[in-house]
T-cell receptor, first 113, second 113 residues
Framework: ETGVTQSPTHLIKTRGQQVTLRCSSQ?????VSWYQQALGQGPQFIFQ???????GRGNFPPRFSGLQFPNYSSELNVNALELDDSALYLC????????????FGQGTRLTVV | QQQVKQSPQSLIVQKGGISIINCAYE??????FPWYQQFPGKGPALLIA?????SEKKEGRFTISFNKSAKQFSLHIMDSQPGDSATYFC????????????FGKGTHLIIQP
């Protein structure tokens, strides 16, 4: 059984650019959710994908979008990057439509300059 | 609006002592309450979780106490060890579906040898 893996681990982007982050879910898990964790804060829910469809979203603007693929891996896309988007982006996988028993990856540290 | 309030922000405990972290929630629809442990540079790791139909759950040195009427829950770490030094997050989610986890702001725990 493999855990949740994210790539890349670190990334530096310029304000206004676009970024794509990737996540492979834990074996057997069909739900992937994404979180943003600012320095010194708790993770904040961005959105969740279940069986390739977004089925829940937190308070994030539309420039945050995602995809889930048939193998349940996922991407987080952020357009028009802003300085405040600098954060640790975490992917979590779980089984079923809920966030129970959610297991997190190590995260992608995004720095926007 | 912060729906899960966590305290204290930081905590120093002597080795062998009991570490206690408290959380309070507002949303009465929450029905799953996990605790996560996070080390620097890593993603959160699920420690223990509880549902509101029980008042206490114990796993090894970790115990969750839950008070539904007060809308509070707490994590107790017995016989605290230096390896327990980390940031701890309480979280909650509701049965409504894909709401994701709502996290507290975290407690930075230091166990002094």
């Amino acid at each position: 059984e493999t855990g949740v893996t994210q790539s890349p681990t670190h990334l530096i982007k310029t304000r206004g650019q676009q970024v794509t982050l990737r996540c492979s879910s834990q074996s057997g898990h069909n739900t992937v959710s994404w979180y943003q964790q600012a320095l010194g804060q708790g993770p904040q829910f961005i959105f969740q994908y279940y069986r390739e469809e977004e089925n829940g979203r937190g308070n994030f603007p539309p420039r945050f979008s995602g995809l889930q693929f048939p193998n349940y891996s996922s991407e987080l896309n952020v357009n028009a990057l802003e300085l405040d988007d600098s954060a640790l982006y975490l992917c979590a996988s779980s089984l079923g439509t809920r966030a129970t028993e959610a297991f997190f990856g190590q995260g992608t540290r995004l720095t926007v300059v | 609006q912060q729906q899960v309030k966590q305290s204290p922000q930081s905590l120093i405990v002597q080795k062998g002592g009991i570490s206690i972290i408290n959380c309070a929630y507002e949303n009465t629809a929450f029905d799953y309450f996990p605790w996560y442990q996070q080390f620097p540079g890593k993603g959160p790791a699920l420690l223990i979780a509880i549902r509101p139909d029980v008042s206490e759950k114990k796993e090894g040195r970790f115990t969750i106490s839950f008070n539904k009427s007060a809308k509070q829950f707490s994590l107790h770490i017995m016989d605290s060890q230096p390896g327990d030094s980390a940031t701890y997050f309480c979280a909650a989610t509701s049965g409504g579906g894909a709401d994701g986890l709502t996290f507290g702001k975290g407690t930075h725990l230091i166990i002094q040898p």
